[in-house]
């Protein structure tokens, strides 16, 4: 099923108030390169216009994340972003969760298999024990009445990002084995939303499964909406993209 015209529509708003928004703040910015020529130098941080790749996709991070909470609101009963999971963990899983992050930072020693490194948590853990919060960027309950959590994140994983990514999706398991929900019902990848070069992943492959742990592009897309959602997606982007063309120019 394709995205319905409604939510393509709200899509392409979405994205065109926020470039609009981007270009209108970096536009502002580079005007103040004339206006207060010393204060810009003085302190050009406050002053530069960036339209670099990297301030960009910074920015377009929490974009996506509206974006994949519009089209799963399509598909699915429920979607909601910056979910939060309350529960209690076992001293045991808490360490088990330590113990496979270590094992996984030391090269050769282990590799990330989410099934796994799952089901050893939840051996270990049960109901009660320590209060503990974690929050996904988007919650899923299917149609199916399965849960979903994810976090995405709009460029490859570093180390860091990898290794607290692993975590969560440990820690997210054990609360919901706590709370007595049966494995099979949560699904906890972390998402990318570009295709990048495998050749970049070398942290990313270390502690996530890909495909399981980690999805990326096409995979993740077609998870919260169907096959066609990546390439229609392509499509509103070029849309907009051409729109705001003559925004991008006027401030180079």
């Not at 910074?58 to 509206?66: D, L, V």
């Not at 995979?219 to 499509?235: H, M, N, R, S, V």
Request: glycine letters at 4%; one cysteine or more.
């Amino acid at each position: 099923m394709p995205l319905t015209n409604a939510t393509r529509s709200e899509i392409q708003r979405y994205l065109t108030g926020e470039l609009t928004r981007y270009i209108t703040e970096n536009a502002s910015a580079k005007r103040a390169l004339d206006e207060k020529p010393f204060h810009a130098r003085l302190l050009p941080a406050l002053f530069k216009a960036n339209l670099s790749e990297r301030s960009f996709s910074t920015r377009s991070g929490t974009w996506w994340q509206q974006i994949s909470r519009l089209i799963a609101r399509q598909y699915h009963l429920q979607a909601e972003l910056q979910y939060r999971i309350v529960g209690q963990i076992k001293p045991a899983a808490a360490q088990h969760i330590d113990e496979i992050i270590r094992q996984l930072n030391i090269a050769r020693q282990r590799a990330p298999i989410k099934k796994l490194d799952i089901y050893e948590v939840c051996t270990v853990q049960s109901p009660g024990g320590d209060t503990l919060t974690v929050q996904a960027d988007l919650y899923v309950l299917t149609r199916e009445h399965q849960e979903m959590y994810f976090e995405i994140k709009g460029a490859t994983p570093n180390k860091d990002a990898s290794m607290a990514v692993k975590r969560f999706i440990l820690r997210s398991s054990a609360l919901l084995k706590g709370r007595g929900l049966p494995r099979r019902t949560a699904q906890l990848p972390t998402t990318l939303t570009e295709t990048v070069i495998h050749i970049t992943w070398s942290y990313a492959r270390q502690f996530l499964e890909i495909g399981e742990d980690l999805l990326v592009g096409r995979e993740f897309w077609a998870k919260i909406g169907d096959d066609q959602t990546y390439d229609e997606l392509l499509e509103i982007s070029e849309s907009v993209g051409k729109q705001i063309t003559e925004q991008i120019a006027a401030i180079q």
